[in-house]
């Protein structure tokens, strides 16, 4: 429980510090590599629309599959898109056809509303499963139809998590990055000493995946005291930054355990009410980058 109110706490935060970008940081923009193929397999979804359907994002973030399709057409060709997500977002466009709401995809509360199509891009495996396709069956027009691209626990996207993970809880679990408030002590010059140091253990403990991600948090570090002119400036600073890492482990967690609940997806959707599926992986070369699903009422 307490586990649930951190992650969605982490969403929370994540979605009102950036903008329309997906939970990677891209805006779908690019056309080329692993991106393209994720942008091309919306673009034929969006495709298969019709200007009288209601189209329902769940687990939307801040909406970058709705940016996605505002931008690929001049004309939206469907009624309403509704961009739901359990935590608080913050789209950073509008447009008439296009409405947020918080929602939570194991409970819809969408009146009488009924759903022509459903989809979502690694959003419902962060909730019950289970439950969440029995609220797309029990949502759904009687010729509704879903689209779901799911994260997968062999995906590139799940490898580099844990190996980020790691490099994280390694840092989380040092002494030294847990009592920060004891180097007020020190001068600017030491601390920085001190700094580089801890960096260096860290960079010699981290296995050759793990030493972009070391970088990453040096590059941070090192930008921090560039720009501070005191002590208490930087531990103000590495206090965010560490909050900023317990944060970014709580989101990979869940996606770990959402892609470790996908192994079940096959049978998942078996013994759901939804019925007519297509369960396919995407791959971009030879790496898997989640899991497709196609189906209808
Ligand atoms: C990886 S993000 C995906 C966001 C978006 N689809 C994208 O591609 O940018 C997963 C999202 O699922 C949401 N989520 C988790 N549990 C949920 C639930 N029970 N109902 C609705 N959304 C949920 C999280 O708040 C988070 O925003």
């Known amino acids: 429980m307490r586990t649930k109110q951190t ?48 189209v329902c994002d769940l687990g939307a973030g801040n909406g970058a599959l709705a940016k996605l399709f505002i931008d690929s057409r001049k004309k939206l060709n469907c009624k309403q898109w509704l961009s739901t997500d359990i935590a608080l977002t913050r789209l950073d466009f509008t447009h008439q056809k296009v409405e947020a709401r918080q929602m939570n995809a194991e409970q819809m509360e969408l009146i009488d509303q009924k759903i022509d199509v459903f989809v979502s891009m690694f959003g419902i495996e962060y909730a019950d499963l289970k439950k969440v396709f029995a609220e797309v069956n029990r949502n759904l027009s009687p010729t509704g139809r879903y689209q779901f691209l799911l994260h997968h626990q062999d995906s590139v996207i799940t490898k580099q998590s844990r190996v980020t993970v790691n490099v994280g809880q390694r840092i989380l679990d040092n002494a030294f990055w847990q009592t920060l408030s004891n180097l007020n002590t020190l001068s600017f010059t030491e601390l920085k000493h001190l700094l580089l140091q801890q960096l260096n253990i860290q960079m010699q403990k981290a296995s050759f995946d793990e030493q972009e991600d070391v970088k990453i948090i040096g590059h941070s570090i090192f930008s921090l005291v560039q720009s501070s002119q005191s002590t208490h400036q930087v531990i103000m600073g590495l206090t965010e930054i560490v909050e900023q890492i317990k944060q970014q482990n709580s989101r990979l967690i869940a996606q770990i355990n959402a892609a470790i609940q996908t192994q079940e997806l096959s049978q998942l959707l078996e013994k759901s009410p939804l019925s007519c599926y297509k369960l396919s992986t995407l791959m971009y070369n030879h790496a898997i980058l989640g899991w497709s699903v196609i189906g209808k009422k």
Not at 12 to 41: A, I, K, L, M
């Open 7 to 54: 992650e969605q706490q982490a969403w929370n935060t994540y979605w009102q510090q950036h903008q329309t970008s997906n939970s990677f940081c891209c805006d779908y923009t690019e056309n080329e590599g692993p991106y393209g193929v994720v942008s091309r397999h919306w673009l034929a979804c969006f495709e298969t629309f019709d200007t009288s359907d209601i």
